[in-house]
């Protein structure tokens, strides 16, 4: 074990001071970070808690809400407003882990987790870009089944594991950050990278910036939006591929709609063309099918991922078909 400080940080300016020191990682639920320190992945030289700053789910003028960064996922999943005006981020947290740990686990710490690839975890026998820059990554020739197929680059084919950010990336989500130089805001959308040259560097955020919430914009056709997850067990296992979608219909066609794709890229993949194809179209199983298509024409396989290109379209467009009813 290499030895740390720990403290816990009662705000947000508190928190920024000590976590913007080198060395300094934010603590919250440690569902994902406590457990790459016991793999000598993260070593951190301190730890800042964050689990005690205030915030909670509060309404916005106009319909909205704001999500406190340190508010568990089982709260945010149970909360009666998410539950009906945003059914797709309750659905998407309770199909991301089991009880235990959505009960631990916090909304900035969900955002923040990083990948699952067994070759990031494999600090021993492995070579891995995302730990050391410049090693290789072993995946691209390697067991790759669960990889990218968005978005990748030589560098780094690994997914993003989170089923939350999903929700998020589709929910047009704004994150509220503080750091030393005060505070800003930024589109979910805009969080995360995609790997390039630098795979180690999973966001956006400066060093020693700290997520104190999340806003969700009102969007009234969220109502009609679900979530689904298809994974090789219905245990808690990651995606191979889940679909976020939200439909809003009049008429026989597609007024709006929002769509995102996890399991498939390095960051939480919004679906703007099948978006842009589908908005003020009809409302028909082709139209969703040639949506789903064009989202995946850029898509790459890699030796054991390619399944995942016809899985994502089908599992597009059956979402699509439920949120819809009877199509034409």
């Known amino acids: 074990m290499i030895p740390f400080t720990y403290m816990r940080a009662t705000d947000a300016a508190s928190a920024v001071l000590k976590g913007g020191a080198a060395g300094a990682r934010y603590l919250g639920g440690g569902t994902n970070l406590v457990d790459l320190m016991r793999e000598n992945i993260e070593t951190p030289e301190s730890l800042v808690d964050v689990t005690g700053l205030p915030g909670g789910i509060d309404e916005l003028p106009g319909g909205g809400l704001l999500i406190g960064a340190a508010v568990r996922n089982t709260a945010l999943a149970e909360h009666r407003a998410v539950r009906l005006r945003y059914p797709m981020l309750a659905r998407a947290i309770l199909a991301g882990a089991s009880g235990q740990i959505r009960n631990m686990a916090t909304v900035g710490g969900n955002i ?39 978005g990748a680059s030589s560098a780094c084919v690994a997914v993003h594991p989170s089923d939350m950010c999903v929700a998020l990336a589709a929910l047009d989500a704004v994150v509220h950050l503080r750091g030393n130089g005060g505070e800003r805001r930024l589109a979910f959308t805009a969080l995360h990278r995609l790997p390039g040259e630098l795979p180690d560097v999973d966001t956006m955020l400066q060093p020693g910036e700290l997520i104190t919430a999340v806003e969700l914009p009102p969007m009234p056709f969220a109502a009609r939006s679900t979530y689904r997850k298809v994974r090789d067990r219905s245990s808690y296992a990651f995606a191979l591929v889940s679909v976020a979608a939200a439909l809003d219909i009049e008429g026989g066609q597609v007024r709006d709609v929002r769509i995102a794709l996890g399991g498939v890229a390095h960051k939480p993949w919004r679906a703007e063309r099948a978006e842009a194809l589908l908005r003020g179209g009809p409302l028909s199983a082709n139209s969703f099918a040639a949506a789903a298509e064009a989202e995946l024409a850029s898509a790459q396989a890699l030796s054991g991922n390619g399944f995942k290109i016809d899985l994502a379209r089908r599992t597009l467009v059956a979402v699509l078909e439920d949120l819809s009813g009877e199509i034409a």
């Open 112 to 150: 923040l987790q990083r990948t699952r690839c067994s070759y990031f975890y494999d600090e021993a026998g492995s070579r891995c870009n995302k730990r050391h820059p410049g090693e290789g990554c072993d995946a691209v020739g390697g067991f790759n089944r669960n990889h990218a197929i968005l």
